[in-house]
């Protein structure tokens, strides 16, 4: 059970890791899915120290990831509604999350005031009613615990509610239809897993309910739904992760030191760099939806270590980041062409992009605007110019 749970948790600490890791996807549908990942993670490890009697070394750490728990439901909200709205901005129409947010975080540090030993007999269910301060101390965290529950409930609903809207309204060929996917599949487990918080929950306030069962059962569910979000955040469609070889080789590149100790001579990577550029300048291989590091190799006669080794060499960056600028760049020179009448969408897809959502992030990151932004200001620069 121990290496079940252990597994499961690292794998959402790993997703979330690498979702924070990719600088060309730190958008606010990335941030929020890191958030939402982490914060279910380091609770599910507290409950696995708790649960396995690890924290009986450490009882000051009970209940540290508890104001961690009031942020689920938001984070869940906010990523399927920046997935579903690229422009998705944060207003005052979120003042609700926030007041919920804020009243469990404040529960939750009430909580954590109390002593430390009484903290971690209440959370292991070993507290006595007679114990100094429990029943306050109790009533407290069940404050925590309904509002992190009704706020995912809530999120689970409202955006269950919009996903099949849009998914009536959707074409089959746009880009959206792949983070659809992506989307039912995040609802469902995290609806499975909200079932399996409800369930112990319950267990711990009805009497006469096996709650040591149904708590180990719900936290079996639990970890699942979070091992089968992360399994389905590394393959979703629209290739929000690169393959798993490559993020891992990224990740161990600083430590390895892999560049600093390259096969190629200078005057092979400089020969490389210039068949990269030629293929992506002048080819516009750039254009290609399909387009990985991998292919790219291929194209230029080379290999996939080679490449990326030399794009951070002598670019200064990464493949996926590199790639993204040229077709930034590309979309720029079409948004600023007052001939050019296409849509954000097709202009996405004719420069290579295959996910609304994705663009934008890069747009916003090379210009510091959104592409709609970008094209309105270039109009009226055109009209000012016509004018005079």
Not at 191 to 196: M, R
């Amino acid at each position: 059970m121990a290496a079940l749970l252990l597994v499961g948790l690292g794998q959402g600490l790993l997703l979330a890791g690498l979702l924070l890791l990719r600088r060309d996807l730190r958008g606010a549908s990335t941030l929020f899915l890191a958030g939402l990942i982490a914060a279910v993670t380091l609770s599910g490890l507290e409950d696995a120290a708790l649960r396995f009697g690890w924290l009986a070394t450490g009882p000051a750490l009970a209940g540290m990831t508890l104001p961690l728990l009031p942020f689920i439901g938001p984070c869940l909200r906010g990523h399927c509604e920046a997935v579903l709205d690229a422009d998705w901005r944060l207003d005052r129409r979120y003042w609700p999350w926030a007041v919920s947010t804020g009243i469990g975080v404040v529960f939750a540090l009430l909580f954590l005031a109390q002593p430390a030993e009484l903290r971690l007999a209440i959370l292991a269910d070993t507290a006595e009613p007679e114990d100094a301060g429990a029943a306050l101390a109790v009533l407290v965290l069940l404050v925590v615990y309904l509002v992190t529950a009704l706020s995912v409930a809530v999120a689970l609903v409202t955006s269950y509610r919009d996903l099949r809207g849009r998914t009536l309204s959707v074409e089959i060929n746009d880009p959206l239809a792949a983070r659809l996917v992506w989307l039912r599949g995040l609802i469902a487990l995290s609806g499975l897993a909200w079932l399996g918080y409800a369930a112990s929950l319950l267990a711990g306030l009805v009497p006469g309910l096996p709650a040591a069962t149904v708590q180990s059962v719900s936290s079996v569910v639990q970890v699942a739904s979070l091992y089968g979000i992360g399994l389905l955040g590394l393959v979703q469609p629209d290739r929000m992760l690169p393959p798993p070889g490559q993020m891992v080789a990224a990740v161990l590149a600083p430590v390895t030191g892999k560049y600093g100790r390259s096969a190629l001579a200078p005057e092979d990577r400089a020969r490389l760099a210039q068949a990269i550029e030629r293929a992506m300048q002048r080819e516009r291989l750039y254009r290609d939806p399909m387009l990985s590091l991998p292919r790219l190799a291929s194209a230029v006669g080379s290999n996939a270590n080679d490449v990326s080794q030399v794009l951070n060499a002598h670019f200064g960056m990464g493949y996926h980041d590199y790639v993204a600028r040229l077709r930034v760049a590309e979309a720029q020179r079409i948004l600023n062409d007052p001939d050019r009448t296409e849509t954000l969408l097709e202009i996405l897809l004719e420069v290579g992009f295959n996910s609304k959502s994705v663009f934008n992030a890069a747009f916003k990151r090379e210009t510091g605007l959104t592409p709609s932004e970008f094209r309105r200001r270039a109009l009226a620069t055109h009209a000012s110019d016509g004018a005079a």
